[in-house]
């Protein structure tokens, strides 16, 4: 098993988003695009530096969802919808299970990695994670005579939490924090397509109405916080971008596409986030650019954060909220490798080794199908 700890501190490129939003054609804000793909391409993640980000609505959804999650699972168990795939409403513990642990092709990245960089063992860790998930859909579903996928595509549930005023709070503080993501990722989407010299608006247009999800998850650390517990599993994301925003406790890890390299996350203070590629994008892009891999556990960084938690802010609740959101192409798009994108493909892993992921096979891996059959696969 790896050493949750020993992992390497690398700052990612960081994109600012404020050249493009002032004057998208500007030289500058061109310069920004590339540094957008070349990272996304090379790491599969990126650091976002968005002025528009309010930072005290982070701290809002936050709070909310501690208050949240701290009520007792009957409650919380009200707010699951298993018979629309959870694709909305509550998530509890033990529930998700991380697909590496019986995916063939994921267990032999895994093996292809240095020893010293391999996740924290998932094949003796617990079948399921010990988190808890949230999903409130951001932005407006087609209509169910518009899509084939109807149970991609459900409506929110809304809390019935009178508690620390739950009810009241929620439509609002999660609205307000899942639109600033989506402006964030919507405008990098934009920079990403010209960057890899294609239509501006080409990903805009495929996502305008997916199924957009602020998917926060939750760990108690009172009970799952023992150094080198596995919170999230080794996994990549099945979305086109996910976005985070800072937690009060660290605890991601994930791996550089070109190096196998472990890396700990670190987002800087102020108006920045973190951008990872999840599957959609490698689909689209014929394995261009690679879904990134990544987990959650507790290190000695996350024990530190709950130490000084507990001085700082003794009455809270003591539960590890990820700030994230996912963000989909339209569940009946046609996802398709973009030729460009394959050519580059090709030229990049020609005639050499590029790291612990498998090697291009030329598009014959990303077959064309609807993001709604995809999902459902």
Partial sequence: MADSNNTTDLVLPIVDLAPFLTDASSPIAHAQCLVAANALITYGAVLVHDPRVPHAANDAFLDLLEDYFAQPTALLARDQRPELGYQVG?????????????????????????PAERPLDIISAPAADPKSRFFWRIGDPPAAADTAFPLL???????????????????????????????????LADMLAVGLGLEPLVFRAAGARGAHLLAPTASDLHRHGKLDTVLAGFHTDLNFLTIHGRSRYPGLNIWARNTGRRIAVRIPQGNYLLVQAGTQLEHVTGGLIRAGYHEVVVNKATLAAVERRQREAPDRPLIRISSTFFWHLESDYTMRPIEECVRRARELEKGKDIGPDRGYDGG???????????VQK
Avoid: Q
Wanted: aromatic content about 6%; overall charge negative.
């Fill in 90 to 114: 509550v998530t509890l513990e033990n529930t998700e299970r991380p697909r590496c642990a019986s995916h063939a092709p994921c267990l032999a990245t895994i093996a292809r990695l240095d």
């Fill in 153 to 187: 595509n459900a409506h929110n549930v809304i809390p019935d939490i009178a508690a620390c005023d739950i009810k009241t709070r929620w439509p609002a503080t999660m609205s307000l924090w899942g639109t600033t993501m989506r402006g964030a990722v919507d405008t």
């Fill in 364 to 374: 014959e891996g990303y077959p064309e199908m609807k993001v709604g059959e995809f």
